[in-house]
């Protein structure tokens, strides 16, 4: 089946600094990609839409200039957590759905294996 | 109101048991609906799809009902291994995002010996 991969898995960082994480589909293209966080026993809440050469789309409360989400091309998109502080500490993780087929909306949508992100 | 909202759970049973999950969305438009299984500090997982006449994989048995807008997963004889947090997820409309999904807040399932 499908496949999307996400990197790095784990990442402890200094307040201040900034946080690249790749998320790439393996074995099909997605024009659309999807960015969620979730902190200690809550759900996952979407943060935002990465479209393949386009800009991101942005959920309310969500500063997209602190979190920078590129789509190059059809199987990467990085989300980038800038000037990262404590509270960004969370688990990241990226999500991808192959595309409809006949118009199918039950496809199954696979994650990466997620970033654990630390800010200290 | 949550757009997708769970049992908040937690729940303790002894193996064997049978269990059910309940959920509700307040977006009627929405087109597609799952469950999914998050073990602890990892990535969700599909557990399977719900169509509104219902669908059973194994032990595992989901129902949809579209006019009360409600999703249910049934679990019989519970396995130490089913011990995760549960999430209803349900899929954007057609005129939305394609592959958006809203999560539910989970639901702990914790199976004893």
């Known amino acids: 089946g499908a496949v999307v991969s996400q990197h790095p898995s784990r990442v402890i960082c200094k307040s201040g600094t900034s946080v690249k994480i790749e998320c790439r589909s393996l074995?099909?293209?997605?024009?659309?990609m999807f960015w969620y966080r979730q902190f200690p026993k809550q759900s996952l809440m979407l943060m935002a839409t990465?479209?393949?050469?386009?800009?991101?789309?942005?959920e309310q409360g969500v500063e997209k200039d602190k979190f920078l989400i590129n789509h190059a091309s059809l199987t990467l998109s990085t989300l980038t957590v800038t000037s990262a502080h404590p509270e960004d500490s969370s688990f990241y993780i990226c999500?991808?759905?192959?595309?409809?087929?006949?118009?199918?909306?039950?496809?199954?949508?696979?994650f990466g294996q997620g970033t654990r992100l630390t800010v200290v | 109101r949550k757009e997708v909202e769970q049992d908040p759970g937690p729940f303790n049973v002894p193996e064997g048991a049978t269990v059910a999950f309940n959920c509700t969305y307040s977006?009627?438009?929405?087109?597609?609906f799952f469950w999914y299984r998050q073990d602890c500090r990892k990535e969700p997982k599909l557990l399977m799809s719900v169509y509104s006449s219902g669908n059973e994989d194994g032990r595992f048995t989901a129902q949809l009902n579209r006019a009360s807008q409600y999703i249910s997963l049934l679990i019989r004889d519970s396995k130490l291994s089913d011990s995760a947090t549960y999430l209803c997820?349900?899929?954007?409309?057609?005129?939305?995002?394609?592959?958006?999904?809203?999560f539910g807040q989970g639901t702990i399932l914790t199976v004893h010996p």
């Open positions: 074995d099909f293209q997605a024009t659309t």
């Open positions: 997820v349900v899929g954007g409309d057609r005129r939305t995002s394609y592959g958006k999904l809203t």
């Open positions: 977006n009627s438009a929405s087109q597609s």
């Open positions: 999500s991808a759905r192959d595309p409809p087929a006949g118009g199918r909306m039950n496809t199954e949508a696979f």
């Open positions: 990465s479209n393949e050469g386009s800009k991101a789309t942005y």
